[in-house]
């Protein structure tokens, strides 16, 4: 069954440093979905993406956040300048298309990048 | 913030039907009803979904009452694997255009005993 990849599985860095975490989506599917999770709390939203551009984002999705398909196959996170508060498990989701009353579209997840800011 | 109520945790016995529920009083008619779960560690996996008719797949059942007021997920033979965090998301059928989300609450935390 395809699946969401993400890379690197754990990612270590200073505070202030750029980072840049990985997505291969499904290949067919074309929505595409950041989420975080702080140890111990909600999986949280942070930015969905359609057709080469956001669809929506939440308010944890600042300045500091960019997302970017740089080619046909990757889905990419950066955070410019982060934070020890941007520690957490960053999940990528992708889904085929968007749920409308005559067809499903349920988010497929990657299994997440931990992310360490020290 | 979440439109669901879960209870936070529950026990069930490995190899009886685990019973989740969930109440989403103020779900609209547009609305669907989906079920995620989370193993430790891992990114949240799709199990069901349903809009107001019962459904039944190869992982397990969904009851949705008649009103669509709340609905129950059910595992008919509970493993340890199936030990996890189990989400009740109600989830808006878009118009067109723009790809939207899920919003997780938090949960139920399942926990099968051996």
């Known amino acids: 069954e395809p699946e969401v990849t993400q890379t690197p599985s754990h990612q270590v860095t200073q505070m202030g440093q750029e980072v840049i975490l990985r997505c291969v989506p499904i290949?067919?599917?074309?929505?595409f979905y950041w989420y975080r999770q702080i140890l111990g709390q909600k999986v949280e939203f942070l930015v969905s993406?359609?057709?080469?551009?956001?669809?929506?984002k939440s308010e944890i999705f600042d300045d500091q956040f960019s997302v970017e398909r740089p080619d046909g196959s990757n889905f990419t996170l950066k955070i410019r300048s982060t934070k020890l508060e941007d520690s957490a498990m960053y999940f990528c989701a992708s889904s085929e298309g968007q749920l409308t009353l005559r067809k499903h579209s349920p988010l497929h997840f990657g299994n997440g990048t931990r992310l360490t800011v020290t | 913030d979440a439109k669901t109520t879960q209870p936070p945790s529950m026990d069930c016995a490995e190899g009886r039907a685990a019973n989740l529920p969930c109440n989403h009083s103020?779900?609209?008619?547009?609305?669907?009803v989906y079920w995620y779960r989370q193993i430790h560690s891992q990114g949240p996996q799709y199990i069901i979904h349903g809009l107001k008719n019962n459904e039944t797949n190869e992982m397990a059942s969904l009851i949705i009452t008649e009103d669509r007021k709340s609905s129950t997920l059910i595992l008919p033979h509970a493993t340890l694997r199936d030990t996890a965090v189990y989400y009740c998301i109600v989830r808006v059928a878009g118009s067109g255009g723009g790809a939207d989300g899920l919003t997780f609450g938090k949960g139920t935390h399942l926990i099968i005993q051996p």
């Open positions: 993406f359609y057709n080469n551009e956001i669809s929506e």
């Open positions: 290949s067919n599917h074309l929505y």
């Open positions: 103020t779900i609209s008619g547009n609305e669907y």
